[in-house]
Every structure is written in structure tokens, then in C-alpha cells.
């Protein structure tokens, strides 16, 4: 009889781990707290790395159909003025794949549509994870809010940032506050055949671009958490329209092409290293396990390599189902730690604020010869599936 995984969380990281489980014949339940299986109104980057693992899950032709691949990029300052350029033709060249750019509801809709025989339970919360609870450690149980509990040979705490599977093994874990709040939005532009994307820097606000598909612009600003952002969805976009009005084409336009309920506002976390990954048949993946500072657009591609190595891994023949999860655990402790400390890194530079600092930087970004920024993509963007 196939082994069972139980997968708490139906996001990006539930999904492609369930996706990747069903290809290796594992038998798979994934208990989601939503009434359905949705992702917000958002775009999302996917990196060579990322594309390399939807490859792997049979999803990758898919995703580079319904995206589009960023034909220019780089950062910017907040008057539009070019610091740096992200050379995409040389970036595919020596990565493989471009930067493709999808809805984050077409990348959730694909992985759900690919869950074939999964049994995709939704609003199932889970309340907390026991291990071994009759001393056997034959199996992992998870207790749902309404007292039910689900059996698995494996559970996989895929529930996001703040993770209750987390909370109930990792106790001690700690979400940090990045100091940063973020509008994130979609909208129309005059000039849709402009599909430079990438992100621009002003003094402590910067903002990203990002070309759709179908013409439209995903945008996000960011913001410190000090300047006050209001919570009424109304006074937050008069807030964010005032607050970047004299910043380059189109985030102004943009911006007036929304309505309040289409801006998406919240403060930016990540979570402090977890000094492991896995205990005993329980495993984490995605934002339970690494939530990072989005500046590298990272986090989401980081869930899809989990999502890979953990099935590879419990695709072994050798030792037992916890000694298999250390394997997965060794391929990628490291790993996420690095990606998560150079998005906060990227991220403190993104929002420094004073006048000399920030000319600093500007002067620092331009001056980086276009083949060394190329190169400083390799720690991050160089992942193969096992
Ligand atoms: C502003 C911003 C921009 C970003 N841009 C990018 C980008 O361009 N590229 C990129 O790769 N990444 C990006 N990221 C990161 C990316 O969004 C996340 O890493 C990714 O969505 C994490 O997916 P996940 O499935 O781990 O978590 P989540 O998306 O949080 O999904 C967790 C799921 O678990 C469910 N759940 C939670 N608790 C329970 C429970 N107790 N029981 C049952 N179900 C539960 C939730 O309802 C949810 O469906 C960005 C993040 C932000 C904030």
C-alpha cells in the first residue's frame, strides 16, 4: 500500500508539494482552512530556479505559455532614471529561462488542476501537530479545530508565515518584522507594449513594476511602517496615490486605475532562521519553513524547490521515513537560509532613507559592471532538481 502525506495548507507550497507527492505515487490529503483553494489578486515572479522545478512537476511549458517573460528590467530611481539594468537576454542565456511574470490565481489554478487524486479537504483547520503521539512514531497526527484528527505517514506543515504545524514543534520559531508595509495591486496602463519591469528606489518608499500578460501592470509599493499607512481601504489608496504621486510612469496612473478594495496592504515579516526543518515525520516547505523579505521574489520559488526535494527525498529506498527527511533537510537548511538573508539584505537597501545614503547606494548600483550583476545571480538562481 502507497504511504500517506498529509499536507496542511493548499497555497503555492501545499499545492506543488502535493503535485510533486502524487508523482512519486504517494497517496495525498491536503487540509485547507479557506472555503476554497484561492490566492489573492496579485502578480508573482518566477525565476529560472522556479521554472527548473514546475519543469520537474510537469507544469513548467504551462506556466511560460500563461506568463510573459520580463523583456527589460533593472532598478530605477523613483524619477524613472535607470541605475542599473538587468540584462535579460544574457540572464536567460546563462540561466536557461527568463524571468517569467504570471497572476498568482493562474499559477494556483495550474498546480490545483494538476492535483489529480488528491483529496483536497477546505475549510479544515488545523489547530496543532502531535509527533508520535502513542510513542510508536508509526505515524504523524494532526488535530483540526473541530477535534477530528488525520493520520499520516508523513505530515507537511505547508500552512504559510504563521504556521501552526511550526507552532507546535518549532516553539521557539520568531516572525520579524521587516519594518516595511506593502500595497500590492494590478491595473491598466496607456502604454501596455512598455514592458520594462523591475524595481525603483526613492528615499525610505520604493516601489516594483511588473508586466501581465494581457497588457496590465502588478505593482507593489512599500513603504515604511513609521509613515503611518491608515487601515480603511478608501484613506489607504488616497494615502498611496498622494505618497507617490511625483514618481515615474505608470505607478501614479496606475494607482488611479483602482479601486480601494483592489489594493492589498500588509506589513512585511520573515522568519528568523528555524535551526531545522523537519521533526521526526514532520517536514515544513514554503513560507512555514523560510518566510523571507520578498526583494529577490524568492519566497514562492523557494516553495517549489521544496516542494521537489521533499518528494525526491521520500522517493528513497534507503532508511527510515525520518532519515529520509533529513535528507531533505540537509539539501536545503543552507540554502533557504542564504536566499532569506540576501532578500533582507536586498530589502534594507531597497528602503534606506536618508539623502546621502540613498545617493550612496544609487552611485554603488550603477557602478556594478552588467557581467558581475549577472554573476550575483548564481547563488540564488542556480538550483537543478535532484
Ligand atoms: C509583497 C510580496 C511580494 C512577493 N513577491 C514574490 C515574487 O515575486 N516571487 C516569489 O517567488 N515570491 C514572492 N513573494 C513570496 C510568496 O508570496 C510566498 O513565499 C508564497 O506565497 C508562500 O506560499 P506558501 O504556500 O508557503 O504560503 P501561503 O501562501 O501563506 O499559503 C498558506 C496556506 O495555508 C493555509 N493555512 C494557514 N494556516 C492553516 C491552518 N492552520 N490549517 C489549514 N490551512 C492553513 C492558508 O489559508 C493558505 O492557503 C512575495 C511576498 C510578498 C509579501
Known amino acids: 500500500m502507497s504511504e500517506h502525506a498529509v499536507v496542511v495548507g493548499g497555497g503555492i507550497a501545499g499545492l506543488a508539494t502535493a503535485v510533486a507527492l502524487r508523482r512519486r505515487s504517494w497517496q495525498v490529503t491536503v487540509l485547507e482552512r479557506k472555503p476554497s483553494v484561492s490566492e489573492i489578486g496579485a502578480g508573482i515572479t518566477l525565476w529560472p530556479n522556479a521554472l527548473r522545478a514546475l519543469d520537474a512537476l510537469g507544469l513548467g511549458e504551462r506556466i511560460r505559455h500563461l506568463g510573459l517573460v520580463q523583456a527589460a528590467g533593472g532598478i530605477r530611481d523613483s524619477h524613472g532614471r535607470w541605475l542599473t539594468r538587468t540584462d535579460t537576454d544574457a540572464l536567460a542565456a546563462r540561466f536557461g529561462d527568463g524571468i517569467v511574470i504570471v497572476e498568482r ?123 503611518g499607512v491608515p487601515d480603511d481601504p478608501g484613506e489607504a489608496l488616497a494615502w498611496f496615490r498622494h505618497r507617490f504621486a511625483s514618481w515615474h510612469a505608470p505607478l501614479p496612473e496606475l494607482l488611479a486605475d483602482i479601486e480601494p478594495s483592489q489594493l492589498l496592504v500588509n506589513e512585511l515579516v520573515d522568519l528568523a532562521p528555524l535551526p531545522t526543518l523537519t521533526r521526526g515525520r514532520v517536514a515544513l516547505v514554503g513560507d512555514a519553513a523560510h518566510a523571507m523579505a520578498p526583494n529577490l521574489g524568492q519566497g514562492a520559488c523557494q516553495a517549489l524547490e521544496d516542494a521537489v526535494e521533499l518528494a525526491s527525498a521520500l522517493a528513497a529506498t534507503d532508511g527510515d521515513t525520518a532519515e529520509r527527511l533529513r535528507a531533505y533537510e540537509r539539501r536545503r537548511l543552507r540554502r533557504v537560509h542564504r536566499v532569506a538573508r540576501r532578500s533582507r539584505s536586498a530589502g534594507i537597501a531597497a528602503g534606506l532613507r536618508g539623502r546621502a545614503t540613498t545617493t550612496a547606494r544609487n552611485v554603488l548600483a550603477g557602478a556594478v559592471p552588467g557581467a558581475l550583476t549577472l554573476r550575483a545571480f548564481d547563488a540564488t538562481l542556480d538550483w537543478t532538481p535532484p
Open 105 to 227: 490565481g493562474e499559477l494556483l489554478a495550474t498546480l490545483r488542476e494538476a492535483c489529480r487524486d488528491v483529496r483536497i479537504r477546505t475549510s479544515s483547520e488545523v489547530r496543532a501537530v502531535e509527533r508520535d503521539p502513542a510513542g510508536r512514531d508509526s505515524d504523524a497526527v494532526v488535530r483540526l479545530g473541530d477535534g477530528e484528527s488525520v493520520r499520516g505517514d508523513v505530515v507537511v506543515g505547508a500552512d504559510g508565515v504563521w504556521s501552526a504545524v511550526r507552532g507546535s514543534l518549532w516553539p521557539r520559531a520568531r516572525v520579524r518584522s521587516t519594518g516595511t508595509v506593502a500595497a500590492r495591486l494590478i491595473g491598466h496602463v496607456s502604454e501596455p507594449e512598455d514592458v520594462r519591469g523591475g524595481e525603483s528606489w526613492g528615499r525610505g518608499d520604493y516601489a516594483g513594476i511588473a508586466p501581465l500578460a494581457d497588457g496590465r501592470r502588478y505593482a507593489y509599493l512599500a513603504v515604511p511602517v513609521s509613515a
